[in-house]
């Protein structure tokens, strides 16, 4: 079954390409259902730009702005972002990494053989579609699916064939991988749109290539001069026609009501009305579904950081669920896993290195500076290593293991060296804080293996109460070292290796 947990809705998933803007065959043959679905499924709906790029990769000077128009035209027709995910294909880069992968797996003959594939190039002569991509286009949207691991795609029947492809390449990935035993993909429905056929102005199939369209952007002004302007099928007015051979008629079946519907039907079948009142008349069934859409198409429109802001979270939210099957294919493919993402951002963060404030004064006492140095170093460090102070000793701190760790900082002394000293306990890690002359912050983190070995051999000095350890740090171009009594003992590996703090 479908993947979706936190939420118990069939998941869906479907898009468009943005070949321009939006018309009432799309709307009728797609959007109109997503926006019923949105209620009653976990919807993921999202712009297929890449997808677009396979026949227009020539010419992209119109990409970005259809891919906004397409955007404006889902929340026109009213897709609510707080109801379903609305996001552009190739701001979630996951969508490319699992064609890759199926790409490895898939047969040319399954591509060769989608009906499609043959059908645009016969009918774009002048295209030259001899393109990987172009042969690619339906693994691209098999890995768009099942990258969601959908229950049920919404699309005409024109897209029929490319979910069963989908269908294929997932049994064929389930065959060669496999997590545990368990099935990466589940195989998707198709949910067929139940789409009454839309003619275009010119009486044939509404579509853009044709220039016969509505647009969901058209101004009322302009839809009225299209419906008015358009081919009937009663070329006498003594003629009688059917409403359903006629671009007009059509119009009345979609969005005129019932009793509408009976009158123009009746009228039109027995030439009792005319054209011109019968278009007037759809005219009017029309905009009280245009206008609301128009209208908000224009308020967001002219709100492009709300628009934004939407396709942004869009892309969150759809890169999250698209990452947790990556996270299985990925796996099951048997690819090396990588350190997630926030670790390796964290470490990074760890390597800069950190400078103390110029605010460390002569003014300020020893205790001050001790605080303006080591609290930056704890800030980084506690993210990942969390120390707790030790109650009532001071540089004394407690690691999520219990280990004892104390913390010193000095800045460097007049013979270029640091001298550290350190009251004499049992300690599990020892850091050391260097500031050199330019304020940099070196820290050396020495582990309990290493204070075990050589603890007895740093220089004492014994008083009242207790003694004191003497510590030497020396910092040259060949790395740091600890002075002992008759020899340097090399520490640079201990530099930022903080893993004696977990
Ligand atoms: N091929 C679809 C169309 O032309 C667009 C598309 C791309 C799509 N990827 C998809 C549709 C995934 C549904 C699911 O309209
Ligand atoms: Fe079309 Fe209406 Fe004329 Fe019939 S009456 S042909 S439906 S415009």
Redesign the pocket.
């Known amino acids: 079954m479908a993947d979706n947990p936190a939420n118990s809705r069939p998941r869906v998933?479907?898009?468009?390409?943005p070949t321009g803007k939006l018309h009432l065959g799309n709307y009728v043959g797609a959007l109109q259902n997503w926006v019923k679905l949105q209620d009653t499924h976990e919807c993921f709906f999202?712009v297929?730009d890449w997808?677009a790029l396979t026949t227009d990769y020539d010419d992209t000077s119109r990409l970005a702005d259809n891919t906004k128009e397409v955007v404006l035209d889902y929340l026109g027709a009213g897709l609510d972002p707080k109801k379903c995910t609305i996001f552009v294909?190739s701001h979630v880069k996951q969508h490319a990494e699992l064609h890759v992968l199926f790409s490895m797996i898939t047969p040319l003959g399954w591509l060769e053989r989608v009906p499609s594939y043959k059908e645009q190039q016969q009918q774009m002569p002048n295209k030259d579609l001899h393109m990987y991509g172009f042969l690619g286009?339906p693994l691209?949207?098999a890995a768009?699916?099942l990258i969601y691991r959908p229950g049920f795609?919404p699309?005409g029947e024109?897209?029929a064939a490319?979910?069963e492809l989908t269908r294929e390449v997932a049994r064929r990935f389930n065959n060669f991988y496999d997590l545990k035993g368990k099935p990466i993909f589940p195989e998707p429905e198709t949910l067929l749109t139940p789409s009454p056929k839309l003619l275009g102005t010119d009486k044939r199939k509404m579509s853009k290539s044709y220039g016969n369209t509505i647009l969901l952007s058209d101004e009322a002004a302009q839809v009225e001069q299209k419906i008015n302007g358009s081919t009937t099928d009663r070329p006498k007015l003594t003629d009688t026609g059917f409403p359903d051979r006629c671009p007009v008629g059509n119009l009345h079946q979609i969005f005129s009501d019932p009793l509408e519907k009976a009158a123009i039907l009746e009228g039109c079948t027995t030439a009792s009305i005319t054209c011109q009142d019968c278009k007037r008349r759809a005219i009017r069934s029309i905009e009280p579904h245009l206008g609301p859409i128009r209208e908000r198409r224009r308020q967001l429109a002219g709100d492009p950081e709300l628009l934004q802001e939407i396709v942004r979270g869009g892309a969150q939210k759809a890169a999250k669920a698209a990452e947790a099957t990556m996270k299985k294919v990925r796996e099951s493919v048997g690819l090396l896993p990588r350190a997630s993402v926030k670790d390796v951002a964290a470490r990074q963060d760890m390597h800069l290195p950190l400078r103390v404030p110029a605010s460390i004064g002569k003014a300020v006492g020893n205790e001050e500076r001790w605080k303006i140095r080591t609290e930056p170093w704890l800030e980084r460090v506690n993210k990942n290593y969390p120390l707790t102070p030790d109650r009532d000793t001071r540089r004394l701190f407690i690691t999520q293991r219990r280990r004892k760790v104390g913390l010193y900082a000095e800045c460097q002394g007049s013979d270029g060296r640091w001298h550290f000293e350190l009251k004499d306990r049992p300690l599990n890690v020892l850091v050391l804080l260097a500031e050199d002359r330019d304020r940099y912050l070196h820290d050396y983190i020495l582990p309990q293996s290493f204070l075990q070995q050589y603890w007895k051999h740093f220089e004492r000095e014994i008083h009242q109460g207790g003694s004191t350890v003497l510590i030497v740090l020396k910092r040259d171009p060949n790395g740091a070292s600890l002075a002992l009594k008759d020899s340097d003992l090399p520490i640079q590996q201990y530099e930022g290796g903080y893993s004696a703090l977990l």
């Open positions: 998933l479907s898009g468009m390409r999202f297929a997808h294909q286009y691209l949207q768009d699916i795609v699309v024109d897209q490319h979910v």
